[in-house]
């Protein structure tokens, strides 16, 4: 069986389908077969996936995630899952049958409130699976994103996640205009742009994937 991802926050705009988009290619590019699932209904990540034709993908209900994620999982190395940027069943769903959790946050007040409502749903994800399993786990983690390096905005982020004991990926997806331009233009912000974070991302993503293997 393949691993599912899910990229997902209770808040929308903090980076979740160039996240996506950009672990798709990270996968491919290591030889993995990867399938992403499109529960949101902006639809961004199928629009960009459609015109790249880079990974195969399906745009679902959240009704239907659950049976979709478990059918192709049987035939791919991975499954990413991208949900609305909001409180909902879609999120809720996937994070229930997840190999690993990410939670994309921009270094904000705000958004660190809505990456510990998301951590949450993780944490009463585990405990339902524990009823069957006791030794059930989903590992997850915050991944700060849109960080701007030139301010110090990130490390207060991450003490605060810290402080709310939410664990977070050491690696982040830096701000750049390449990222913005795409976003305007309705197109997926280039590999190349973003290839060192996501690289640092994908590599912890998959070491807390084999952390917590089986």
């Known amino acids: 069986m393949g691993r599912i991802i899910t990229v997902g926050s209770s808040k929308g705009g903090v980076g979740k389908t160039t996240l996506v988009n950009a672990l798709a290619e990270f ?18 990540l199928s629009g960009w996936l459609a015109a790249t034709g880079m990974v195969e993908f399906r745009i679902v ?11 192709v999982s049987s035939s791919h190395d991975f499954v990413l899952v991208d949900v609305p940027g909001a409180n909902s069943t879609a ?23 809505e990456a ?9 994800a585990i405990t339902k699976a524990r009823r069957f399993s006791p030794k059930a786990h989903i590992p ?7 960080v701007d390096r030139r301010a110090s905005v990130d ?17 982040d997806l830096g701000l750049k205009a390449s990222i913005n331009h795409a976003s305007f233009a309705q197109k997926p912000a280039p590999y190349s742009a973003m290839a060192d974070d996501i690289e640092a ?8 994937l084999e952390t917590f293997r089986g």
């Open 27 to 44: 996968l491919k590019r290591r030889g993995a077969s990867v399938f992403c699932i499109d529960a949101d209904p902006n639809k961004n």
């Open 140 to 146: 997850a983690a915050a991944v700060l994103s849109q």
């Open 155 to 171: 490390q207060i982020a991450r003490k605060q996640l810290e402080g709310l004991s939410i664990p977070t990926l050491k690696a």
């Open 116 to 124: 510990f409502r998301t951590y949450q749903h993780v944490v009463n």
């Open 91 to 113: 999120l809720v769903n996937a994070i229930d049958i997840s190999s690993l959790v990410l939670i994309p946050t921009k270094a904000d007040a705000k958004d660190v409130v």
């Open 201 to 208: 991302i994908g590599a912890e993503a998959l070491a807390l």
């Open 61 to 71: 209900q959240a009704d239907d995630l659950v049976q979709v994620a478990n059918e």
